[in-house]
T-cell receptor, first 113, second 108 residues
Framework: GAGVSQSPRYKVTKRGQDVALRCDPISGHVSLYWYRQALGQGPEFLTYFNYEAQQDKSGLPNDRFSAERPEGSISTLTIQRTEQRDSAMYRC???????????FGPGTRLTVT | RKEVEQDPGPFNVPEGATVAFNCTYSNSASQSFFWYRQDCRKEPKLLMSVYSSGNEDGRFTAQLNRASQYISLLIRDSKLSDSATYLCVVKGFNKFYFGSGTKLNVKP
C-alpha cells in the first residue's frame, strides 16, 4: 500500500514569505507527527495529532509555526514570515493510535533565501 | 540537556566485525525504546524495538538498562549494507525523542 507522502519535496522561498507543507499519512493511521531534522541531527519533535486533535505542540519553535489536521487525515504545517533559520528538512510520520512504529515520509527540504 | 545522547561516530569497521553503539536517555519515566536506521538522504525506518529483557533479531541485539538509563545495539558480522546512521529513540507521553544518530561505515 501507499506510504506516507509529503509535498512539495523541495521548497525554496524568500525570507518573509509564508509556506505550507503537506503530509498525507498512511490510510488508517490515527496518529500523525511533524519533525524538523537538521543535517547531522536526529528528527526533532514539533507537534502531533490523534485524529484531528492536536495533542501536543510544545515543539513548535515559535508562533510563526502552526499545524492543522482538520479531517483527521491530511495535515498541513504552516510557517509564516519565514526566516533563514527555518531552513531544514521537515518530516512527517504516522502510526496507529498508540503505536510504537512510526512510518516516515520522504520529507520536504525547505530552503529560505 | 538533550533527552537522548549518542556518540555521533563515525564508526569505521571492516566487513565481518562486531560493533556496538550506546545511548543514554534523561527521563526515567520513558516508556518505550527503539533503534531506527537512516540511510543517507532517506527517511528513518524502525530497525527494532528494545525490551527490558534484551532482544535479538538476526545479527542485531538490543539491550536496555533502565537503572542506568542506557540502551545499546550490537551488530555482529557487519555487512556493507549495514552502513547507515543508527538513531536511538525513546518514547514518553506519546512523544518520540530521537538521538542525533551514530554513523556506521562498513568497509570491504
Amino acid at each position: 500500500g501507499a506510504g506516507v507522502s509529503q509535498s512539495p519535496r523541495y521548497k525554496v522561498t524568500k525570507r518573509g514569505q509564508d509556506v505550507a507543507l503537506r503530509c498525507d499519512p498512511i490510510s488508517g493511521h490515527v496518529s500523525l507527527y511533524w519533525y524538523r531534522q537538521a543535517l547531522g541531527q536526529g528528527p526533532e519533535f514539533l507537534t502531533y495529532f490523534n485524529y484531528e486533535a492536536q495533542q501536543d505542540k510544545s515543539g513548535l519553535p515559535n508562533d510563526r509555526f502552526s499545524a492543522e489536521r482538520p479531517e483527521g487525515s491530511i495535515s498541513t504545517l504552516t510557517i509564516q514570515r519565514t526566516e533563514q533559520r527555518d531552513s531544514a528538512m521537515y518530516r512527517c510520520a504516522s502510526s496507529l493510535l498508540g503505536g510504537h512504529e512510526q512510518y516516515f515520509g520522504p520529507g520536504t527540504r525547505l530552503t529560505v533565501t | 540537556r538533550k533527552e537522548v545522547e549518542q556518540d555521533p561516530g563515525p564508526f569505521n569497521v571492516p566487513e565481518g566485525a562486531t560493533v556496538a553503539f550506546n545511548c543514554t536517555y534523561s527521563n526515567s519515566a520513558s516508556q518505550s525504546f527503539f533503534w531506527y536506521r537512516q540511510d543517507c538522504r532517506k527517511e528513518p525506518k524502525l530497525l527494532m524495538s528494545v525490551y527490558s529483557s534484551g532482544n535479538e533479531d538476526g545479527r542485531f541485539t538490543a539491550q536496555l538498562n533502565r537503572a542506568s538509563q542506557y540502551i545499546s545495539l550490537l551488530i555482529r558480522d557487519s555487512k556493507l549494507s549495514d552502513s547507515a546512521t543508527y538513531l536511538c529513540v525513546v518514547k514518553g507521553f506519546n512523544k518520540f525523542y530521537f538521538g542525533s544518530g551514530t554513523k556506521l561505515n562498513v568497509k570491504p
